[in-house]
């Protein structure tokens, strides 16, 4: 096959309405039924769990929100040679990948980094300390709360567990946006001509 960069095509990145958006979505619906639940029973504690436990699941995702940072070369003007690639699978097949030396170094060679939108240490202990606090305030508080509301909090997070260990195994290509990459199926011509 032969992978081309598009040009002008923007970076790789995590799919806009891919699978853990539907995830995201669930967990936002859950956390509004229990929390509606609880206030419709007037249980407080019930009300101080989702509250806090949704904070928790939200602060969680602010400490890992990153971007996916593939390494690009950083002299560009140079001519470098073609960088294609020969993959050997277990079975003895292989996989010609004809590609330039950028691509390469982008999609096999190179490893990637993750920019994460919280890069100091001590910002991210401070975020792991307070959803920690959240996090006992949400169980002490779920222990206090009627039993109904506890078995629907048990089932909500049961759901929301499985739906990641789903999502989790889903092929990679579903997760991520490569329109940046074009890739073109290549074939070898036989010569069926007897000799």
Known sequence: MEIVRKPHSKDV???RWGPLWGVAFLGTA????????????????????????SCLSSLVGLGNKGKLS????????IITPPGDV?????????LVVQCSEDVAREL???????DYLVSHSWKYRLI???????????????G?????LQIGFAGSYMILNAAYWVVAALPSKVHWDM?????????FEHDTKEK
């Open 13 to 15: 990145k995590a799919r």
């Open 70 to 77: 593939l390494p690009k070369r950083k002299a560009q003007n």
């Open 128 to 142: 792991s300390l307070v959803g920690t606090f959240l996090l006992m305030i949400g169980v002490v508080s779920l």
């Open 144 to 148: 206090n709360a009627s039993t109904y």
């Open 179 to 187: 329109s940046c990459f074009e890739v073109r199926e290549q074939c």
């Open 30 to 53: 859950l956390a509004g039924i229990l929390l509606s639940l609880s206030i419709w029973q007037e249980d407080g504690w019930a009300v101080l769990s989702a509250m806090s436990l």
């Open 108 to 114: 096999y060679f190179a490893p990637e980094n993750i």
């Open 86 to 94: 020969v993959i050997r699978y277990p079975k003895g097949s292989f």
